[in-house]
Nanobody, 122 residues
């Protein structure tokens, strides 16, 4: 059974930094894309950053120049380094993966983690 587990969230003051990590575990043949989404109170979930197996990265405009996504393919992990944090970055951050399961039942799957809370105070 494939799972994603996030870590690294917490409380930080504006201007500070946090590093989020996500580990994928289970019977995985390959991971095509990993990324981070976030959902702030009263808002829709939005894509923050993605990292493909080919090394292509994308970012939402509001975090460009401040956040950096990276992958450790050997460990099936993805990280999000968040710098110069702002109060508007406060949200639950979710790890996401587009992967192929080793299970013949599931095959290609989109998997979500449980989320980790990031709170940025003024």
């Amino acid at each position: 059974q494939v799972q994603l587990v996030e870590s690294g969230g917490g409380l930080v003051q504006a201007g500070g930094s946090l590093r989020l990590s996500c580990a994928a575990s289970g019977s995985i043949l390959r991971i095509d894309r990993m990324g981070w989404y976030r959902q702030a109170p009263g808002k829709q979930r939005e894509l923050v950053a993605t990292f493909t197996s080919g090394g292509t990265t994308t970012y939402v405009d509001s975090v460009k120049g401040r956040f950096i996504i990276s992958r450790d393919n050997a460990k099936n992990m993805v990280h999000l380094q968040m710098n110069s944090l702002k109060p508007e970055d406060t949200a639950v951050y979710y790890c996401n993966a587009d992967l192929v399961s080793a299970s013949l039942v599931y095959g290609l799957r989109v998997v979500w983690g449980q989320g980790t809370l990031v709170t940025v105070s003024s």
